[in-house]
T-cell receptor, first 114, second 110 residues
């Protein structure tokens, strides 16, 4: 297990298109998180799963965003009808049930909407 | 509404000297704090943490200090090494999510 994997590393899309990102967490971590980071800012929480259940969503997560973790393992984050403001680094992290020991982050997916 | 603030966007320190990175927060309910380090093109890497019941935690060259009354925490790196050059984020939590500061870019000059 080499840590948290995210795919793709980079995505360029035209405004209005849909995009989907994938995250594979560390196998023994049952919590999975999505964060978004824009230039000059720290990561901002989007949503998190415990196993397959999505337990919390930020108000940053508009109706165009949807995240799934169907079998409690990998997760996908889909953005529909992308807008230029969606351009950001999308970070996935995983943790044990007690996240206070820190997350393990993936390298992120950098989305550019043109 | 930025609940965690890092007011210094950048810091330069000579190799071998102490680096002090600062972080302020506004929510008195935060009970756990972490520091992350981030290199370009990589995700943040967990560095060190501290619970609100403590005021100091040490791990090798890294020490985190927490001043709850001032709602302030700091990260000390002694001695600083060129490989420490990175962006450092502090983060705070009340439970399931962490709130991150905007980061401080540390440059350690050989």
């Amino acid at each position: 297990d080499t840590g948290v994997s995210q795919d793709p590393r980079h995505k360029i899309t035209k405004r209005g298109q849909n995009v989907t990102f994938r995250c594979d967490p560390i196998s023994e971590h049952n919590r999975l998180y999505w964060y978004r980071q824009t230039l000059g800012q720290g990561p901002e929480f989007l949503t998190y799963f415990q196993n397959e259940a999505q337990l919390e969503k930020s108000r940053l997560l508009s109706d165009r965003f949807s995240a799934e973790r169907p079998k409690g393992s990998f997760s996908t984050l889909e953005i529909q009808r992308t807008e230029q403001g969606d351009s950001a680094m999308y970070l996935c992290a995983s943790s044990l049930p007690t996240p206070n020991y820190g997350y393990t982050f993936g390298s992120g997916t950098r989305l550019t909407v043109v | 509404d930025q609940q965690v603030k890092q007011n210094s966007p950048s810091l330069s320190v000579q190799e071998g000297r102490i680096s002090i990175l600062n972080c302020d927060y506004t929510n008195s309910m935060f009970d756990y704090f972490l520091w992350y380090k981030k290199y370009p093109a990589e995700g943040p890497t967990f560095l060190i943490s501290i619970s609100s019941i403590k005021d100091k935690n040490e791990d090798g060259r890294f020490t985190v200090f927490l001043n709850k009354s001032a709602k302030h925490l700091s990260l000390h790196i002694v001695p600083s090494q060129p490989g420490d050059s990175a962006v450092y984020f502090c983060a705070a939590s009340t439970g399931n999510q962490f709130y991150f500061g905007t980061g401080t870019s540390l440059t350690v000059i050989p």
